[in-house]
């Protein structure tokens, strides 16, 4: 055995970790593991390490649950849990263990009711898990069948016949280590509760009032231990509804001061965190409200910018009225028509080589930026350049459309005072360049805004194209003038006798449509004159056919 620990300073290392960085996973990791370790020593200071790492887990708890570190919090605990199951599950009160079942005593009273106690007694033990489940189905009981059924059956008749002898505790007895058979080795508490209840309620037979009060402690004890279970399930689960019921039924049978302080500790927590969704849920409505409110509010103020539409007047009225735009004093010019705007390109290139770009159309509540901010000052110098010059009714009206793009862009602006005097000064320094941009824009809407004649060039382009045509036609009609028609059936008469007498074709010569004998008679001709290598009829195979003189016509 050694004498020390391996393993306290590393806990003892975590646990100052974990205060360090209590949102590090890894330092929580690491405490898990060094308790793991350390639960598995054997050395002679166990005991005093173990009061020393409880209560400085228990610190550490409580300190991280004050910083709102619920996950880290519950995980401290689960690890105390683990590692100090004793600190939560006392023992006893009036006996600490049971050492198994001594089955000696059923050869103390021989009797067939003996006899049959024990045969169901073994079946029990050797078929725990199904004893288990019958009692869970509350089979323990008179008149029940199964394991459960039988035992507690033979059980009743075995105290009745046991009653008032020397051996008078020997079933209960033997009960009573059945109990802690499931107890201890199954983990069965609710169980072994309930087989200590049923054998107590037993009315036709008792035990002997003392060992009577040892199965009332066992009994609570079992109970207790089924309580703290579910709280640790519960704790596991999050379960707060059901971890607050069991506390509750705990607290009036805890005697020991640290599992008051545990379960009050624990039943805080549950309350609180019960308590948490909820409220959390209400923040959120009222979240919810104010942003809802507030929008609103933003969108009132920014639809009170905007005029309302004109009612609708009906057919019948006899006169309706247009409202119109008042012209300001400075505002000479005629009305703008509502069509599109001059250029929808947001990129203006300009003389002075400076950044300048044009905003999106209504820019209501929105800071301009600084390309935006010169486009906005500079394009309402050019304009105004514009104004004071004589223009032809063509570039009055490109000026209208440059005046109507300008508003839908430059009006209800917002910039800083700074950039905006910046920008003023550099359209004062380069107040030149910013004319010269505003004639070119002009001249660019002018040539847009000119008549199309798409149709008298398309009417030019069809009388070229018909010239062309006639052209070709004559210059066709010259080549072939002289060339014998394959469609007459004069010219074929003539083609079909040459051919008759060169050699290549023998038929009749009186043909009204040359045919296909007539084709490969003409094909054979030129193949042999080196010409073309087709049945198809020119001029160079009429020459080679009829020589110099041609046909005669």
Not at 319 to 348: G, K, M, W, Y
């Amino acid at each position: 055995m050694r004498a020390g620990s391996l393993y306290k300073e590393q806990i003892d290392a975590a646990i100052m970790a974990a205060y360090a960085a209590s949102t590090e996973p890894s330092n929580f990791t690491m405490l898990a593991l060094n308790l793991s370790k350390w639960d598995e020593e054997t050395y002679p200071e166990k005991n005093t390490d173990e009061v020393k790492i409880a209560e400085e887990l228990y610190t550490l708890m409580t300190a991280l649950e004050k910083k709102g570190l619920k996950h880290q919090s519950d995980e401290v605990f689960r690890m105390m849990l683990l590692t100090f199951p004793e600190r939560h599950f006392a023992q006893s009160p009036g006996q600490t263990s049971t050492e198994g079942i001594d089955f000696e005593l059923f050869k103390v009273n021989k009797s067939e009711t003996m006899t049959r106690f024990e045969d169901c007694f073994r079946m029990a033990v050797a078929d725990s898990e199904r004893f288990i489940h019958d009692i869970e189905l509350h089979m323990f009981k008179e008149g029940s069948v199964g394991l459960a059924g039988n035992l507690f059956t033979a059980f009743v008749a075995a105290s009745v016949r046991a009653a008032g002898g020397t051996r008078h505790d020997v079933p209960w007895k033997l009960m009573h280590q059945l109990a802690w058979l499931l107890n201890n080795t199954y983990r069965a508490y609710n169980q072994a509760y309930g087989i200590m209840r049923c054998i107590l309620s037993v009315g036709i037979a008792a035990p002997t009032p003392t060992f009577a009060d040892e199965l009332e402690h066992s009994m609570n004890f079992f109970k207790r231990n089924y309580y703290w279970s579910s709280i640790d399930k519960a704790t596991m689960t999050g379960d707060n509804t059901t971890l607050v019921m069991y506390i509750d039924r705990l607290l009036p049978m805890v005697i020991a001061d640290h599992e008051k302080s545990n379960l009050i500790m624990l039943r805080a927590k549950a309350v609180k965190q019960g308590r948490g969704w909820p409220f959390g849920c209400l923040l959120i409505v009222i979240a919810l409200i104010t942003v809802i409110l507030v929008a609103n509010h933003f969108l009132d103020k920014y639809l009170a910018k905007f005029p309302e539409p004109p009612e609708k007047t009906s057919a019948t009225t006899s006169s309706t009225t247009t409202p119109t735009r008042v012209l300001e004093p400075s505002d000479t010019r005629r009305p703008i028509p509502a069509q599109q705007p001059a250029n929808i390109s947001l990129q203006v290139f300009n003389r002075a080589g400076l950044e300048e770009s044009k905003p999106p159309t209504q820019p209501i509540g929105r800071k301009l930026t600084l390309a935006e901010l010169r486009y906005v000052i500079f394009q309402k110098h050019r304009l105004e350049h514009l104004d004071g010059i004589d223009l032809s009714e063509e570039e009055q009206e490109a000026l209208h459309r440059l005046w109507q793009e300008w508003r839908s862009r430059g009006e209800n602006i917002e910039a800083g005072s700074e950039e905006k005097k910046t920008v003023e000064t550099e359209a004062e320094i380069y107040s030149d360049l910013l004319k010269g941009d505003a004639e070119d824009q002009l001249q660019q809407i002018v040539k847009s805004l000119e008549p199309d004649d798409w149709t008298k060039n398309k009417d030019k382009d069809k009388a070229a194209s018909e010239t062309e045509g006639q052209e070709m036609n004559n210059q066709r009609f010259k080549q072939s003038e002289g060339l014998l028609n394959l469609y007459a059936p004069e010219d074929i008469r003539k083609i079909l006798l040459q051919l008759e007498k060169t050699g290549y074709y023998n038929g009749p010569t009186d043909l009204i449509s040359w045919n296909s004998v007539a084709r490969a008679a003409l094909a054979r001709f030129k193949a042999a004159k080196m010409l073309r290598t087709d049945d198809k009829w020119d001029l160079e195979t009429q020459q080679a056919l009829f020589g110099d003189t041609g046909p005669d016509r």
